[in-house]
């Protein structure tokens, strides 16, 4: 079937290797960011978190890094391995009382190649 | 249940048709989002309830578009008249937080992909 990633930027790594995806957000009032991760055929699905105040947050494999100053987050995935192709999408959030919402990038394909 | 199911998994429409899309949340979750995802798009907000209050509209592309969750709990999506653009997977996701609050723990349904002929 159709992939949730047609037409989207692929990134291309060696199992084993390091993973570095990119976003550029648009609002720097933006308080809180997340990245997803999305597989052909299912919803969206919570990776890693980090607020507007924090430069770096690690997780399991994983670590994000936000730049404020040029609007830039970015997602590290350590030892990379093939359930982690998939696409990818960062999203924002900014608090505007009851209309507060996430809005979510571009994604980008992740292939692993065995 | 376990996580965010919604029905179908799959819809054809005739352009013109009508469609429901039906969305049950995890039980207990206050806040209940719709969002549109166009091939190869990341998604994109729709409408959001806080218990039964739709208290977010904004992201509904025109008036053919409408949606309810008249006990809190279930929601429906409903398309009139439909037409080709509107061709897309429709994504539901559920918190325990308000919109207001940090969104901790969106849960998202595996969606309802939506193709119209």
């Known amino acids: 079937g159709e992939s949730v990633g047609l037409h989207l930027p692929t990134l291309s790594v060696q199992e084993g290797d390091n993973s570095i995806i990119n976003c550029a957000y648009s609002n720097s009032a933006s308080d809180y960011f997340i990245w997803y991760k999305q597989e052909s055929g299912k919803g969206p699905q919570f990776i890693i978190d980090i607020r507007s105040n924090m430069d770096k947050r690690q997780g399991q494999r994983v670590t994000v890094l936000l730049n404020k100053t040029v609007k830039h987050l970015s997602l590290q995935i350590a030892a990379t391995q093939p359930g982690d192709s998939a696409v990818y999408f960062c999203?924002?959030?900014?608090?505007?009382?009851?209309?507060?919402?996430?809005?979510f990038g571009k994604g980008i394909t992740l292939s692993v190649r065995p | 249940g376990a996580g965010v199911s919604q029905s179908p998994r799959y819809k054809v429409a005739k352009r013109g048709q009508d469609v429901a899309l039906r969305c049950d949340p995890i039980?207990?979750?206050?806040?209940l989002f719709w969002y549109q995802q166009a091939l190869g798009q990341g998604p994109e907000f729709l409408t959001y309830f806080q218990n039964e209050a739709q208290l977010d509209k904004s992201g509904l592309p025109s008036d053919r578009f409408f949606a309810e969750r008249p006990e809190g709990s279930v929601s429906t999506l409903k398309i009139q008249r439909t037409q080709q653009e509107d061709s897309a997977v429709y994504l539901c996701a559920s918190s325990v937080t308000r919109a207001t609050e940090i969104p901790y723990g969106y849960t998202f349904g595996s969606g309802t992909r939506l193709t119209v002929v």
């Open positions: 039980s207990g979750h206050v806040s």
């Open positions: 999203a924002e959030f900014h608090f505007t009382g009851a209309n507060s919402k996430l809005t």
